[in-house]
């Protein structure tokens, strides 16, 4: 039987999620406030049909983040399956919505190009795609959409919302609000000295590159995660307060440790998850009830463990069950540590790479 899925809002994130989709075969039906912006998403490949479907086992809302909350109700009241949604911010729709077949989600994953003219096959490949099951997220709702993203290319972290929006305000928030203001800077210069744009060459180009996004999804997420963005704001400022005072002192010890500092933390980023040469089975005896594996992903995630695979098996008797958790063995120790701290009972078993 085919799958089904309901694309709510088809712009560049949308679109390319009903590519990805259709390209495994799903049926995708296209929503969008505009109707030419979905005909198109239909003439792009990013969907099949146009309009709602009742049938659909995954919709993802995929919309401003402001008009999030909304469609995920109307999304949740006609049909039966799982949803999810590509928000920026977490913890404001994750407490909106507490039916528990909703799972927050969002892609780490863009483009210059904006809507659906922007939307490509393979956007996701290698992605970060942050999953928030929050505390009325249903296991297998969670575990469904969590097999779904993965079968796009990306790889998965899960957060808890709160938690999620810290660290946004920090990777992603901040730097386009810091972004658009170097470029403003630049732009009001430009009008006292032409040639300053003609020189703004790679570094500069680098670094304002994200302030081409769309402006409009801005106020909608600054209003969403203000107290977040406003606490890494005032961060920022702080430490550039110190830069100024080393540079006006002249303290060349001062700034070059703090350039140094940089870029041994700018090397250190990670590029993306390799597969390891070595896995290892975690498994963890849990109780058959709700939030287990969302606690024990968000965990891992914690403690910067990459889960690669994962399945819960319940008991023929009683109410237990054991996650069986497959990570690289370099890193297994760490969670199994981390899972006793929190009152787990946790196992290994190494497996060789290509096992199933």
């Known amino acids: 039987m085919t799958r089904r899925a309901m694309i709510i809002g088809t712009g560049l994130i949308g679109g390319s999620v009903g590519i990805a989709l259709r390209d495994q075969g799903w049926h995708v039906s296209a929503v969008d406030h505009d109707p030419e912006v979905a005909k198109r998403a239909v003439d792009l490949g ?64 863009g483009s210059e190009q904006d809507g659906i003219e922007g939307a490509v096959e393979g956007l996701f490949d290698g992605a970060t795609w942050v999953l928030c099951p929050s505390q009325s997220t249903d296991d297998s709702a969670y575990a469904a959409v969590r097999a779904i993203v993965a079968s796009l290319g990306a790889e998965i972290v899960a957060l808890e919302p709160k938690r999620h929006d810290e660290l946004v305000a920090v990777v992603s928030h901040v730097p386009h609000l810091t972004a658009a203001t170097l470029m403003g800077v630049a732009s009001d210069r430009s009008f006292e000295h032409r040639a300053l744009l003609r020189l703004a060459a790679g570094g500069f180009r680098d670094m304002t590159r994200i302030s081409a996004g769309r402006p409009d999804i801005w106020p909608d997420i600054c209003a969403e995660n203000r107290v977040a963005i406003v606490e890494v704001l005032d961060t920022l400022l702080a430490q550039l307060g110190q830069l100024r005072s080393t540079v006006v002192a002249g303290d060349r010890d001062g700034l070059l440790e703090v350039l140094e500092r940089a870029r041994i933390a700018r090397r250190n980023l990670p590029v993306r998850a390799v597969h390891p040469g070595k896995l290892t089975e975690v498994q963890v005896p849990v109780f058959d009830r709700p939030g287990e594996l969302r606690d024990i992903t968000t965990l891992a995630a914690e403690l910067d463990v990459n889960i690669y695979d994962f399945e819960i098996t319940h008991s023929a008797e009683g109410r237990r069950g054991i996650v069986h958790v497959i990570v690289d063995t370099a890193v297994a120790e760490r969670l199994q540590g981390g899972l006793m701290a929190q009152g787990y009972r946790p196992s290994l078993r190494a497996l060789d790479a290509g096992e199933p």
């Open 46 to 109: 990013a969907a099949d049909v146009i309009g709602q479907d009742p049938d659909a086992e995954l919709t993802v809302v995929a919309t401003p983040v402001g008009a999030i909350p909304g469609a995920v109700h109307r999304a949740l009241e006609i049909t039966q399956g799982v949803v999810t949604d590509v928000g920026s911010v977490k913890a404001t729709v994750a407490t909106a919505v507490t039916d528990g077949r909703f799972v927050p989600g969002h892609p780490m994953a």
